[in-house]
């Protein structure tokens, strides 16, 4: 038995709606088989893991919180992805967009007023788009690849924080623990609503990037050009378009939206420089950039959950005693199924039993 | 003289897991597969050959359940990237997650518990030869393997028949199947070929580097290897070559750190994947000559009309 995969004629609309959902259904029946095996009760885990964080709204606070970050840097990669440019070190530019930002408050403490926060979030963004502007140069250069570079510079840039955040930004009253002073709340993104929760203002920065992302990518020459190049280099030539300088395009704009959501956390959910800032939220951001089918829009949705599997992973491990490891696993299994899926759009699937004749043939 | 024997014989042992795994993703990026999701079958391999070897008590069935789980991983690469027809780069980095995430729920309960060492190898009086003796004798299994699994690799690729045609699927799976050769089949067996080598190589972290399990102990190296394999130039004798200087980068930034020299630690940890970064950028720079030596289909889903 063997599968065969028949070209479509053109690209199938019910598939490209369905298949996400289609991906979270297998997702879930995944989860069935993973909490029956760690011998737990199955629907009661899936409940804890993806309804109960959802009932109370301090808790679509804690969503948002996780969320941001996710929908942030995933936007930026769904504009890289469809250019062909594979920018896979979102997490080292998350975390250079927060030493960039955390800058000011630390080297300038006293510099307190209206201007604190939007220079942090520019410096921020500046600092991810500079990081990501390394593997460009490198492929455009040098012709180096730059998912590798990209990568490596993760490591490079959590040993930095490492460093800053143990040596010379660590806070002198800070009895010698690891992080830098607390931020003044001059330098904080303020929460949404304190009175329901702790969401901060970082969840509504990402919702206006993908929209405005979403209509560049819909309405912009510039959202034809990065869908023409990633589609058919040699067409977007002879348009015209530069890939070199798209693939400047590419790296500086992910770069930078992930720096942003490496400045929005630390000035908004922790409120200090640490030695770590990202529970991988950088590596996260590619799953919810193809769950989100590589539409900004799209990846709000895909945001959410996400990030729901991060909170349902706390909450099982508090109430079950489930491994928050589980959540890992999901996460990786949900990008595994949403790539097998969408295979669907543009093949039919067809099982062959016992084909003689293709038998022969392919022995020859 | 016994000092220098011993800086040579750290740097075959940090060099070794890298080896072997680059040696395997060559031959599966000659097959025209470019699977990603080195580091996670490494890392599962790291984990399931510590576990293994501990439940039964014999490193070797580590090894060997190190070697069974990274295929079985590589197997799921290959079901969508090969029979499905995913795009490689998002199909291999989600192997890669999700390899890590399992890595972790396997691991659990077995951090910081004391594991089993390969034991190295041991030849009366050869062993006992000053100098050189240990070094060419008394090593851990995994090293000698690593040696005879790339001449083994040089040989299959350039003298065997399977081995040609292997490289000309890489080159163009069409013609290839135009000839009728099973371009799939043999993409599968590659890529197994590639998984039970990342397997293998995370038991060698395991089972001989530090036996023990720590989360994400291989760092890294599953990525290290994918750039060792642009950097050998698709050739696997460059890999060894390739292999040891990043071994000795690694033990040279360890050696500088216990030497102190004031240079903070972290920056002479982040030395191997600066030198990953420098050696893509020193090898890639001839565009003509990178393009003659990748195989023309590497990356290329292929779906075989009827």
Known sequence: MRLELIKRPQQSAFFSAVSPLFALLLTLIAGVIIFTLLGKPPLAALYTYF??????????????????????????????????????GAEGQFIMGGIAGSLIPILVPGFQNFMTLPLMLIFGFAGGALYGAIPALLKTRFNTNEILTSLMLVY???????????????DPNGNNFPGSIRFPSAARLPEIDPAQGAAHWG?????????????????????????????????????????????????????GLAGLAGISEVSGAIGQLRENISPGYGFTAIIVAFLGRLNPIGTIAAGLVLALTYLGGEGAQMSLGISDKVARVFQGLILFFVLGCDTLIHYRIRLVFGDPAAKTAAEG | MDMFQNILLTIATASTPLLIAAIGELVVERSGVLNLGVEGMMVIGA????????????????VLAAIIAGMLLSLLFGFLAISLATNQVATGLSLTLLGIGLSGMIGENFVGQAGIRLPNLDIPVLTDI??????????????????????????????????????????????????????????????????GCAGLAGAHLSLVYTPQWVENMTAGRGWIALALVVFSSWRPWRVIGGAYLFGAVTIGQLHAQALGFGIPSQFLSSLPYVATIVVLVLISRNRRLTVMNTPASLAQPFVPDR
């Not at chain 2, 293994?52 to 580590?62: E, R, V």
């Open chain 1, 203 to 255: 969840f509504v920065l990402s919702i206006v990037a993908a929209v405005i992302v979403w209509a560049m990518m819909q309405y912009s020459l510039k959202g034809f050009e990065v869908k023409l190049l990633g589609e058919s280099p040699r067409a977007g030539r002879f348009a015209g378009f530069s890939s070199a300088r798209m693939v400047f395009f590419a790296f500086l704009l992910s770069g």
């Open chain 2, 47 to 62: 984990v399931c050959g510590f576990a293994a070897a501990l439940m039964t008590g014999s490193p070797w069935i580590g």
């Open chain 1, 51 to 88: 309804i109960e964080p959802l009932s109370e709204v301090w808790q679509l606070h804690e969503l948002a919180i996780k969320a941001g970050p996710l929908i942030m840097i995933a936007v930026g990669l769904s504009v890289a992805y469809r250019s062909n440019n594979w920018n896979i």
């Open chain 1, 156 to 170: 490079v840039a959590q040993l930095f924080l490492d460093w800053l955040a143990r040596g010379v930004f660590r």
């Open chain 2, 130 to 195: 000053p100098m050189v003796g240990r070094l060419i004798f008394g090593q851990d299994p995994l090293f000698y393997i690593s040696l005879a699994l790339t001449a083994g690799v040089m040989w299959f690729l350039f003298k065997t028949r399977t081995g040609l045609t292997l490289r000309a699927i890489g080159d163009s799976h069409k013609s290839a199947h135009a000839l009728g050769i099973n371009v799939l089949k043999y993409r599968y067996l590659a890529v197994m070929f590639g998984g």
